[in-house]
């Protein structure tokens, strides 16, 4: 009797949570429809129209099946090329928002006082504020031939003409770095924050120094945050149009500068939609190959 009153003491809340399980799933629902209707039915209908023959003008969907817009694209050296500098491209900026965005990061996660965290994260929030066009503005007058930085170093006699720090791929990764820092800060501050300072003293106190705690406590348990964080920088570089169109003058030929040429100014939109379907699952490649690079590295903790 006392083990048949023990396993039903055990089962009453495994079929309570069961039962639960069966109805919060319609909280999900939404949330899903959403997914299904702006996501998966636009991507759908993008690599449908990809696969049709191209003609300027024509918007719909027809049964023609043909790859000559993707034989077009892997053909000829300007699209390709384009490929390869949307992906290093975003790889830099990915590396350079890391480099500049884990100190912040960790000062902020290490702040105690109270005042002093929250002006620090309104300097993070603060740089998200404004629209992105608005701050590329803002780096074309610091950045232009006549800007500020050019301006100081001729007035100061430091260089005799205007350094090349626009419309190439220069002012592109700066500008992207520019836009996805924050994001890269706010995806470490959490994952450091989580790592006790027990750690790092046990460290201390078995003879490693401070810079020794770091590299071998500190970095490695963050590892989860600074996949999040280049993944997230990653994506936003590799599909950012406005950045590379003000900040590169359309001299930097990455692929959202093709798509918006081939839809908007030519109206071809199945060979848009065709270079849309590559840097989709471009994207999704390089994602995948650092997503496991940075599993090896991390010994698993993503």
């Known amino acids: 009797m006392v083990g048949t009153e023990s396993e039903a003491r055990v089962e009453r809340p495994i079929r309570a949570a069961r039962a639960n399980g069966g109805r919060l799933w319609w909280l999900a629902v939404p949330?899903?429809?959403?997914?299904?209707?702006?996501?998966?039915?636009?991507?759908a209908s993008l690599f449908g129209l990809s696969f049709n023959k191209s003609v300027a003008g024509v918007i719909g969907l027809s049964s023609q099946f043909t790859l000559d817009n993707f034989i077009r694209i892997f053909t000829r050296a300007t699209y390709y090329e384009a490929i390869l500098r949307s992906i290093w491209v975003s790889a830099i900026v990915s590396t350079a928002s890391l480099l500049f965005g884990y100190p912040l990061a960790y000062v902020i996660a290490k702040t105690v006082n109270p005042g002093r965290n929250t002006l620090l994260m309104i300097m993070v929030l603060s740089a998200m504020q404004l629209d992105m066009v608005i701050r590329m503005f803002g780096l074309m007058v610091l950045l232009g031939d006549n800007g500020l930085i050019?301006?100081?170093?001729?007035y100061t006699g430091l260089v005799s003409q205007p350094l090349p720090l626009m419309y190439n791929t220069f002012g592109v990764i700066v500008g992207l770095v520019q836009i996805t820092l924050p994001f890269m800060v706010l995806s470490l501050i959490g994952i450091i924050k989580a790592i006790h300072p027990s750690l790092?003293?046990?460290a201390r106190a078995l003879g490693a120094s401070r810079i020794q705690a770091f590299f071998s406590i500190v970095l490695p348990?963050?590892?989860?945050?600074?996949?999040?964080g280049t993944l997230l920088v990653f994506a936003l570089s590799i599909s950012s149009y406005v950045v590379?169109?003000?900040?590169?003058?359309?001299?930097?030929?990455?692929?959202p500068i093709h798509i918006y040429q081939q839809i908007a100014e030519v109206g071809r939109w199945q060979f848009g939609a065709a270079i849309a379907v590559v840097l989709f699952v471009t994207s999704i490649i390089a994602v995948a190959i650092y997503h496991q690079a940075a599993i090896r590295t991390s010994g698993g903790r993503t």
């Open 244 to 255: 590379p169109a003000l900040m590169g003058g359309w001299k930097v030929m990455v692929l």
């Open 200 to 202: 790092e003293e046990a």
């Open 31 to 43: 949330a899903a429809l959403i997914f299904i209707v702006f996501f998966v039915i636009p991507v």
């Open 150 to 154: 050019n301006g100081f170093l001729l």
């Open 221 to 228: 348990l963050s590892m989860p945050g600074i996949l999040a």
